[in-house]
C-alpha cells in the first residue's frame, strides 16, 4: 500500500552530467512534497518543498517540478558533482483518518563517478 | 536551537536482549515518528505518534514498542522478537510550516 513510488531505485552517472529522478503518489489529500538528500547514516537534508500550487521550485544545482494533477514529481539535478552521491527520497504529506501523516518513498540511490 | 536528540548514536545488542533508542524534542510537536533503514533500502515506518498517550504502528512494527509518555520523547525499544533488528533508525517530527525535523540516527547491530 506504499503510496509513493519512486524511480530508478539507483542511478549511476558521470560527474558533470545532469540527471532526473521521479516520484509518483497517490496520497490523498494532498499536503505538499519534499525532496531530501540523504547521506549514509546521516539524518535526510531538506532540498525542496512544494504545495499543491506550485509546480517547480530551485535550490541551487537542484530543481523539482510537481504535477498535482497527476501526482508526479521530479528532482532534476545538474552538472552533478561527486558530493551529489547519495539517497534522494521524497516524502508526500497527506490527512488520513489517523490525522496528518508522512508517507516516504523508498528512495533513489544516486553514484556520480569521477 | 530546536531539534530532535537521538541517543546513543552506536549501540550493539547480544542476541535476545532488549534496547532502546532515546528520541527527545525540544520542538513541541505534537507528532513523532520511528523509521527503520537497512543498507540500500528506504525508510520504513515502525511506529508513530500524532498525540501525548497514543501511538499507532507502523509498516513494520512486529519486535518493536514504543511509548509516548511524555510530548518531547518517544522511545523505541526494539525488542528480542525483532529476529533482524540490525539497521539505522531515525527519529522525526514533522512541525508547522512544511518542515520535518529529524535526528542523527542510530546505528544498532547485533552482535
Known amino acids: 500500500k506504499n503510496q509513493v513510488e519512486q524511480s530508478p531505485q539507483s542511478l549511476i552517472i558521470l560527474e558533470g552530467k545532469n540527471c532526473t529522478l521521479q516520484?509518483?503518489?497517490?496520497?490523498?489529500?494532498?499536503?505538499?512534497l519534499r525532496w531530501y538528500k540523504q547521506d549514509t547514516g546521516r539524518g535526510p537534508v531538506s532540498l525542496t518543498i512544494?504545495?499543491?500550487?506550485?509546480n517547480t521550485k530551485s535550490n541551487g544545482r537542484y530543481t523539482a517540478t510537481l504535477d498535482a494533477d497527476t501526482k508526479q514529481s521530479s528532482l532534476h539535478i545538474t552538472a552533478s558533482q561527486l558530493s551529489d552521491s547519495a539517497s534522494y527520497i521524497c516524502v508526500v504529506s497527506g490527512y488520513s483518518n489517523s490525522g496528518y501523516a508522512l508517507n516516504f518513498g523508498k528512495g533513489t540511490s544516486l553514484l556520480v563517478t569521477p | 536551537d530546536g531539534g530532535i536528540t537521538q541517543s546513543p548514536k552506536y549501540l550493539f545488542r547480544k542476541e535476545g536482549q532488549n534496547v532502546t533508542l532515546s528520541c527527545e524534542q525540544n520542538l513541541n510537536h505534537d507528532a513523532m515518528y520511528w523509521y527503520r533503514q537497512d543498507p540500500g533500502q528506504g525508510l520504513r515506518l515502525i511506529y508513530y505518534?500524532?498525540?501525548?498517550?497514543?501511538?499507532q504502528k507502523g509498516d513494520i512494527a512486529e519486535g518493536y514498542s514504543v511509548s509516548r509518555e511524555k510530548k518531547e520523547s518517544f522511545p523505541l525499544t526494539v525488542t528480542s522478537a525483532q529476529k533482524n533488528p540490525t539497521a539505522f533508525y531515525l527519529c522525526a517530527s514533522p512541525g508547522s510550516g512544511n518542515t520535518i525535523y529529524f535526528g542523527e540516527g542510530s546505528w544498532l547491530t547485533v552482535v
Open positions: 516520484c509518483n503518489y497517490t496520497v490523498s489529500p494532498f499536503s505538499n
Open positions: 512544494m504545495t499543491f500550487s506550485e
Open positions: 505518534s500524532q498525540i501525548v498517550n497514543d501511538f
